[in-house]
């Protein structure tokens, strides 16, 4: 089990810009893929997005249209999500997730179901 702390979150004007960071306490943090997911109040937590072991391999959410980036750095048990452009409708709880690889699948995951590990979320708030 590895544990997840997010931080950076905040109140943000609309098209403005806020840098996610996930911190992992892990010893083998490259064995991990890793994902930002993100829940509004009265709806579902939805996928934003992924990135493999390596970070050769990302993915997005069909609502970041090219506004987010999603990184890591390893040396740093680190996971990064850059948001630039952000609107109102980004306005979420943005939660952190990890899934344990069996192998070096160079491969990110959607679904919440696919995760083992969570953060405890960090408020995003996007004013018009």
């Known amino acids: 089990q590895v544990q997840l702390a997010e931080t950076g979150g905040g109140l943000v004007q609309a098209g403005g810009s806020l840098r996610l960071s996930c911190a992992a306490s892990?010893?083998?943090?490259?064995?991990?893929?890793l994902a930002w997911f993100r829940q509004a109040p009265g709806k579902e937590r939805e996928f934003v997005a992924g990135?493999?072991?390596?970070?050769?391999?990302?993915g997005y959410g069909d609502f970041v249209k090219g506004r987010f980036t999603i990184s890591r750095d390893n040396t740093k048990n680190t996971v990064y999500l850059q948001m630039d452009n952000l609107e109102p409708e980004d306005t979420a709880v943005y939660y952190c997730?990890?899934?344990?690889?069996?192998?070096?699948?160079?491969?990110?995951?959607?679904?919440?179901?696919?995760?083992?590990?969570w953060g405890q979320g960090t408020q995003v708030t996007v004013s018009s």
């Open positions: 997730a990890a899934r344990l690889l069996r192998a070096y699948v160079n491969s990110y995951y959607r679904n919440l179901d696919e995760y083992n590990d």
């Open positions: 892990a010893r083998s943090f490259s064995s991990y893929a």
């Open positions: 990135i493999s072991w390596s970070g050769s391999n990302t």
